[in-house]
């Protein structure tokens, strides 16, 4: 398994890289009252130190009342919140690595099995997470137009701060992929419509702020997903023509590369190819565009964190995918989440010493 290709650097506007892996962004609510600690600060670190190429933090929410449904998710507002993201990043420079915070608004949301609630009820397009769950406020105009500018200050602080990009979490059912979905935006007026290509308005004004608060030469991601934790069969765009319609706007709006979520990375998005979620928005956006989904494990995310272990797996597939030009980064998660020293294992060809992963990983900031 020759994964050379996988160790050339990366250079796009702000963003220059070592090699191609990332680390996939991953909840881990171990910043109590939203401020991320030491030992946050040396989980992202000791993952530098490994190796990673760019480090996706965990989601980290925007300034709004309910843009989170737990006390112990890390908020990207705040003074005592951005000096430990300052830390954070900090250490991850010294380590030799580059990082991006990624930017979040959660939307309507479950209430959290802690018992804890945001002081005001969640808001989202349309008070839906999914068709028949309603659990909090339809958004106002002024509620739209305050929560885009909260995206951009955020992003404007990740700058200031010294990150080196900046990832708009718009996936996973969470506040822009509700706007996306038309489940979930019942929308009449600007803010929806029957097509996705006008629901993607919302998505659209975010980046537009985004990049006029951090300028032409800071590189912008937005992470996108095709499923819902509530229907892992859904496909927002059916066709290739709907894709495209969904992510030109985006990508003239100012994305630089799409970061496509996926279960497992080697399924075909549409018949009669065998190009994956990120290979068809490559093609149609012509963007640099990020593949993640079960990267050297077996079993997938969403089965793992409800307690399903996975074993080491072959990286064949993935390279085949990538030395054909499919996508142009790779992003790790459970692997890189047990494992701080993945990466260099995989550079030194030590794959007897990669480690599985078990849902214990989920209770700790592993180290070692």
Known sequence: MNTDSLFRPFNLKSLSIKNRIVMAPMTRSFSPNGVPTDDVAAYYRKR?????????????????????????????????????????????????????????????????????????????????????????????????????????????????????????????????????????????????????????????????????????????????????????????????????????????????????????FWEAEFDDSDLNFAGWVKKVSGKATITVGSVGLTGEFLAAFAGESSQPSSLDELLRRFDRGDFDLVAVGRPLLSDPNWVKKIKEQRTGELKGFSKEALAELVME
């Open 48 to 264: 530098a130190e490994g190796g990673v190429g760019l480090i996706l933090s965990e989601g980290t929410v925007i300034d709004r009342p309910s843009s989170s449904n737990d006390a112990n998710i890390p908020h990207f507002y705040g003074a005592d919140a951005l000096t430990g993201w300052e830390d954070v990043i900090k250490n991850v420079h010294q380590a030799g690595g580059k990082m991006a915070p990624q930017i979040w608004h959660m939307g309507i949301m479950d209430n959290h099995h802690s018992g804890w609630i945001p002081p005001v009820p969640f808001e989202g397009p349309s008070g839906l997470n999914r068709p028949g769950f309603v659990n909090g406020n339809t958004m106002t105009d002024s509620d739209i137009a305050d929560t885009i500018a909260a995206f951009g200050r955020a992003a404007a602080d990740a700058k200031r701060l010294g990150f080196d990009t900046v990832e708009i979490h718009g996936a996973h059912g969470y506040l822009i992929d509700q706007f996306f979905w038309n489940e979930t935006n019942k929308r009449t007026d600007i803010w929806g419509g029957k097509t996705l290509a006008e629901r993607t308005r919302f998505g659209v004004e975010v980046i537009k702020e985004v990049r006029k608060q951090v300028g032409e030469d800071f590189a912008l991601i937005i992470r996108l997903s095709q499923f819902k934790p509530a229907n892992y069969t859904n496909k927002l765009a059916a066709t290739p023509q709907e894709l495209e319609a969904w992510i030109s706007p985006l990508a003239d709006a100012g994305a630089d590369i799409f970061h496509c979520s996926q279960r497992r």
